[in-house]
Nanobody
Framework: QVQLVESGGGLVQAGGSLRLSCVASGHTFRPYAMGWFRQAPGKERDFVAAINWNGGSTYYADSVKGRFTVTRDNAKNTVFLQMNSLQPEDTAIYYC??????????????????????WGQGTQVTVSS
């Protein structure tokens, strides 16, 4: 059974940084793209970023482009989200998710939550002004 566990969330002042981690277990990590989403209270789950199976391709929401960076370490079954220049509007629960399609060629479909098979429990990020 696939398990995804996020960590690294917390409280930070506007302009600060956080690095989220998502450790995967229970499946072969390497062939699958991974994504990050976030959900603020009362809002839908929004796409943040995705990374392909080998880390050679990434895709970002316009709202985080230039501030957030997604990377992965396949040897450690871990995907990261480095978040810089955080703003209060970045406050949300952040989730990682696993693409069920091995060696996917294009990341654009991964902006939609329906295209993921497994989700973590989320980690809270709160940015104070």
């Amino acid at each position: 059974q696939v398990q995804l566990v996020e960590s690294g969330g917390g409280l930070v002042q506007a302009g600060g940084s956080l690095r989220l981690s998502c450790v995967a277990s229970g499946h072969t990590f390497r062939p699958y793209a991974m994504g990050w989403f976030r959900q603020a209270p009362g809002k839908e789950r929004d796409f943040v970023a995705a990374i392909n199976w080998n880390g050679g391709s990434t895709y970002y929401a316009d709202s985080v482009k230039g501030r957030f960076t997604v990377t992965r370490d396949n040897a450690k079954n871990t995907v990261f989200l480095q978040m810089n220049s955080l703003q209060p509007e970045d406050t949300a629960i952040y989730y990682c998710a696993r693409d069920p399609e091995a060696f996917r060629l294009t990341l654009m479909p991964l902006k939609y939550p329906r295209n993921y098979e497994d989700w973590g429990q989320g980690t809270q990020v709160t940015v104070s002004s």
